[in-house]
């Protein structure tokens, strides 16, 4: 490396290869081939320093230890270089994807998918490391072709209307679907010794299939620990055109018997403009949606199948909303279906069907606590096997109904058979059951007891168990059915006109 000297400031230059191993202190030495910077420490540290340039590989050579809030180090903590630290995260751009909703992002995207899977999938603790996030930075990720979401991949956004993966116009959908990890899809997923589809996890962006009106925006096959959070799921369908099961927002499968999809959970997503906002009809073993919102869809979920359909699926604290048909459609005749503190809003008026519907051949469906709209049809559950399953309708008009507000009537003395102003419909009924707490007052006489009503839609019985306080009144009660309405009657002795508080519980199908 030759000498060069400027007044009195000494440099070397030269090839990389020929810079001493201890310059003079304060000596520079310039690289010309590496264009690389160092200078001389002299004698007291002996070595050269390198003084960092766009040239220098920065992230190898800077280094950062851990501090806490105060600016001291925390006990126990390590140096890293600044390549190991930035290689805790990923970032799809890393690989080309640009996110302006016109260029095609569809290899980026898989790429960095498939180098995530890659290198986790190269240690002996894959299956149980900390695995790298693939984010998404704001924008519109348009892609042309189906991503594959391989095993214990994550994929996150900057929210919902901040992040998009959108279809492309032309182009056939699913936007996402499970694959294992030789990226097989549908019946060929697990085969050749591949690891199946588990642990993923999609997190706060929109996912757009609308350009696509005949496959499904996700494909969810022969997975299990698959998590949506955060996420809008958009479709092609809008209100007035034919619907199609091939379109809805989540497809869950298992394809056969071979490997059961489980534990499916949504999240807080939003679906809308889809055939069905979540559809099934294989053997699912575990699914949860809690805080979404089917919007604006044909049928909300829909869980088919008959002896080979789901179980355990669980629907809370959810709102369906703009419903055309069904909001929760259930002909799986495995155990474990339970809508619980959802709102069905405008849900079924579009069709006239009910906002629930269970077929005779359900076991241990559930509706606890769920409130309709006043826009929802009159049939707000259909409950086809009232022996095994349950509804409570909080509301105070519906399917059951419980009025802790005690209802006052006058009871006149010296009546036969008159109306007592309680009557129910049972109008498409095939089974009734009412309970009618009640007091009665007539001057100093007083009662108190509990009338039993049953019907089977065409006509009724009453049971009345009651206890009584002095005898100078009395009153019996007597129920009719007249043009499909039951009507509690009442007959009086005394001298002096009463009143009657009563509340009422009533379940019926």
């Not at 959970?265 to 559809?279: D, E, F, G, M, Y």
């Not at 699912?284 to 604006?296: A, F, K």
């Not at 009345?464 to 002795?493: E, H, K, P, R, W």
Request: aromatic share 8%; charged share 10%.
């Amino acid at each position: 490396m030759a000498i060069v000297s400027i007044s009195r400031l000494q440099q070397r230059r030269g090839l990389r290869a020929d810079l001493p191993a201890n310059l003079n202190e304060a000596e520079f030495g310039w690289c010309l081939d590496t264009r690389q910077l160092f200078i001389g420490n002299g004698n007291t540290y002996t070595g050269n320093s390198q003084i960092l340039t766009q040239w220098s590989p920065n992230d190898e050579i800077i280094t950062h230890t851990y501090q806490g809030d105060t600016g001291v180090s925390a006990n126990g903590t390590v140096s890293r270089t600044l390549s190991s630290i930035l290689d805790d995260t990923l970032n799809v751009k890393d690989y080309g994807a640009v996110g302006d909703g016109i260029t095609d992002d569809t290899a980026a995207i898989q790429a960095a998918i498939n180098d995530e899977w890659a290198r986790i999938s190269n240690t002996q603790a894959a299956l149980y490391q900390s695995r790298n996030v693939i984010n998404f930075p704001a924008g519109t990720y348009a892609v042309s072709s189906t991503i594959k979401l391989l095993p214990y991949i994550t994929l996150s956004g900057e929210g919902v209307n901040r992040t998009n993966i959108a279809l492309m116009s032309g182009s056939v959908g699913p936007v996402f679907v499970t694959a294992d990890s030789l990226g097989q899809t549908g019946t060929n997923i697990g085969t050749n010794g591949a690891i199946l589809p588990a642990s993923i996890n999609v997190r706060s962006m929109n996912v757009d299939g609308s350009s696509d009106p005949n496959n499904s925006v996700i494909a969810l096959q022969r997975c299990n620990g698959v998590t949506f959070t955060g996420v809008e799921i958009v479709g092609a369908w809008t209100a007035g055109n034919s619907p199609s099961s091939a379109s809805p927002g989540v497809l869950i499968e298992s394809l056969g018997s071979a490997i059961t999809t489980s534990d499916i959970a949504l999240t807080s997503v939003n679906i809308k403009n889809c055939s069905n906002a979540i559809v099934t009809s294989d053997p699912i073993l575990r699914i949860n949606v809690t805080g979404s919102q089917m919007t604006s869809c044909y049928r909300g979920i829909s869980l088919l199948g008959g002896a080979t359909g789901p179980s355990n699926v669980q629907i809370s604290t959810s709102e369906f909303r703009d419903i055309s048909s069904y909001g929760l459609y259930v002909s799986t005749q495995n155990v474990g279906v339970t809508s619980m503190n959802n709102q069905y809003t405008n849900v079924g008026t579009t069709a006239s069907v009910p906002a629930i519907y269970w077929d005779s051949l359900t076991q241990a469906c559930s509706s606890i606590g769920d409130v309709f709209s006043a826009a929802t049809s009159t049939y707000r559950i259909h409950n086809g096997n009232p022996g095994s399953n349950l509804i409570f309708d909080a509301q105070q008009t519906g399917l059951v109904t419980n009025k802790p507000t005690p209802i006052v009537i006058s009871l006149l003395h010296g009546q036969t058979d008159s109306f007592t102003g309680i009557a129910y419909s049972i109008s498409g009924i095939t089974s009734f059951f009412g309970e009618i707490k009640y007091s009665i007052v007539l001057d100093t006489y007083r009662r108190s007891g509990t009338l039993t009503i049953t019907s089977d839609g065409i006509t009724a019985e009453l049971s009345d168990s009651s206890v009584q306080l002095n005898s100078d009144a009395n009153v019996l009660f007597s129920v009719g059915v007249v043009s499909s309405v039951i009507q509690i009657y009442y007959s009086s002795t005394g001298s002096t006109t009463g009143t009657m508080n009563y509340i009422q519980t009533i379940w019926q199908s």
